[in-house]
């Protein structure tokens, strides 16, 4: 089983500013870690992932995030926001076992930028 | 990068007509692939995985006999949504597993309103 938590429904950061978004997983092996983000009526765009090896995962947009086991979070930040940024983002989980891959994607958290 | 295209981005139908909506991949070949339904504001829920040449595999609480999958080529799925219900009306979003890397890559969505 696996589960993905998104603290904070909506962020509100000023343009400039440090974005944090929260992001706690749940899985029974070893997961795979996933960034989305979601500009209004359109798919998801993956922003970055984490597999295996380096903790610390750098995406596009000057995003990145950390895979800490023993908190069981998988943060994504960037260090100065900028209004393009102002969209939805998705956390996911996925795990392989018994060669199957399942998604499970968090609620979401959609971020504002304010000028 | 590989893309995944669904056709149509937005179909508007009356209710009890049914709907189908296509899922290719364009550069790469996909023996399973997913489908997801977003509600507005909310996350993705997935529907069910689509494999290759053999049934779906669909998630509690979906009707399989309402939504139809069929995956009959290693690039293509298709979902329908038959006798559609304003209730049907949402965001419908596949992907598709890259056979060779195991990456899983979104679709842009179709956009469904049953009036």
């Known amino acids: 089983a696996q589960s993905v938590t998104q603290l904070g429904s909506h962020v509100s950061v000023s343009e400039g500013a440090l974005v944090l978004l929260r992001c706690n997983y749940s899985?029974?092996?070893?997961?795979?870690l996933f960034w989305y983000v979601q500009y209004p009526n359109q798919g998801l765009q993956l922003l970055l992932k984490y597999t295996t090896g380096a903790t610390l995962v750098k995406g596009i947009n000057g995003f990145e995030a950390e895979f800490k086991k023993s908190e069981t979070s998988f943060h994504l930040t960037k260090p100065s926001a900028h209004m393009s940024d102002a969209a939805e983002y998705f956390c996911?989980?996925?795990?392989?076992?018994?060669?199957?891959?399942?998604?499970?994607f968090g609620t979401g958290t959609k971020l504002q930028v304010i000028p | 990068g590989a893309v995944v295209s669904q056709h149509p981005s937005r179909v508007i139908c009356k209710s009890g007509t049914s709907v189908k909506i296509e899922c290719r991949s364009l550069d790469f070949q996909a023996t399973t692939m997913f489908w997801y339904r977003q509600f507005p504001k909310q996350s993705l829920m997935l529907m069910a995985t689509s494999n290759e040449g053999s049934k779906a595999t669909y998630e509690q609480g979906v009707e399989k006999d309402k939504f139809l999958i069929n995956h009959a080529s290693l690039t293509l799925s298709t979902l329908t949504v038959t006798s559609a219900h304003p209730e049907d009306s949402s965001f419908y979003i596949c992907?598709?597993?890259?056979?060779?890397?195991?990456?899983?890559?979104f679709g842009p969505g179709t956009r469904l309103t049953v009036t």
């Open positions: 996911a989980v996925s795990s392989r076992a018994g060669g199957y891959q399942k998604v499970t």
């Open positions: 992907s598709a597993r890259d056979i060779s890397s195991y990456e899983q890559y």
């Open positions: 899985s029974s092996v070893p997961p795979y």
